[in-house]
């Protein structure tokens, strides 16, 4: 079955630096590769969604790239705030209309330190 | 304001009695979902649905019911909660199915 991977461990930056978190998965290109910001207690909050087809989206200080070769996704916050501290998860889906194949990776949690 | 709402955000409940966590959203949205959420086990999808009177199993279906008789409706029912059903569910809802979900605020649910 399809696996998705965050790594566990808690990543610490300093403010003002570029935080990178990645996304792994198994077998086959998702269609779809998408994060999430969840904060403690609360519903995961929509962030990017980056389609099989492309290499790079950008939001703001945010970056997702695709890269089906190594079957990974890299999320980038730059110039980092500790307002970002946060849990990041990332998510995939083979297609769009399968509703019933969305899976989530355990998410990293950010710290971003003053 | 786009939102997904859920009710209660809090339940303390007891072993076999029967509830309901109802979930709605104002953005028109086809596909709906229900997912748990456990220290160490992330995100696990318990149903979805794709339209009204469509839904079908997630990965973690026992033990639940939903139904979707409206568009913005989509309740999660516990016929016989049991202690292993004490989690923190998330009601989430989609234009497409393959991502981009807006999810609610959640229903952190204890049963003894």
């Known amino acids: 079955s399809q696996k998705i991977e965050q790594n566990s461990e808690a990543l610490n930056i300093q403010e003002g630096k570029t935080a990178t978190l990645t996304c792994n998965y198994t077998n086959y290109s998702p269609a779809y590769l998408q994060w999430y910001r969840q904060d403690p207690g609360r519903g995961p909050v929509f962030l990017l969604l980056i389609r099989e087809n492309e290499k790079e989206k950008r939001k703001e200080r945010l970056k997702v790239t695709f890269d089906t070769t190594l079957k990974q996704s890299l999320f980038h916050i730059t110039a980092s705030q500790p307002a970002d501290s946060a849990t990041y998860l990332c998510?995939?889906?083979?297609?769009?209309?399968?509703?019933?194949?969305?899976?989530f990776g355990g998410g990293t949690r950010l710290m971003v330190k003053p | 304001e786009a939102q997904v709402t859920q009710n209660p955000r809090y339940l303390i409940t007891v072993t076999g009695k029967k509830l309901t966590v109802t979930c709605s959203q104002n953005?028109?949205?086809?596909?709906m979902s229900w997912y748990r959420q456990d220290p160490g086990l992330g995100l696990r999808q318990i149903y979805y649905?794709?339209?009204?009177?469509?839904?079908d199993k997630g990965d973690v279906p026992e033990g639940y019911k939903v139904s979707r008789k409206e568009k913005r409706n989509f309740p999660l029912i516990l016929e016989s909660p049991s202690p292993n059903q004490t989690s923190l569910y998330f009601c989430?809802?989609?234009?497409?199915?393959?991502?981009?979900?807006?999810f609610g605020s959640g229903t952190r649910l204890t049963v003894v």
């Open positions: 989430a809802s989609s234009l497409m199915g393959g991502g981009g979900y807006t």
């Open positions: 649905s794709m339209n009204v009177e469509v839904t």
């Open positions: 998510a995939k889906s083979p297609e769009n209309n399968a509703g019933n194949m969305l899976t």
């Open positions: 953005m028109n949205h086809e596909y």
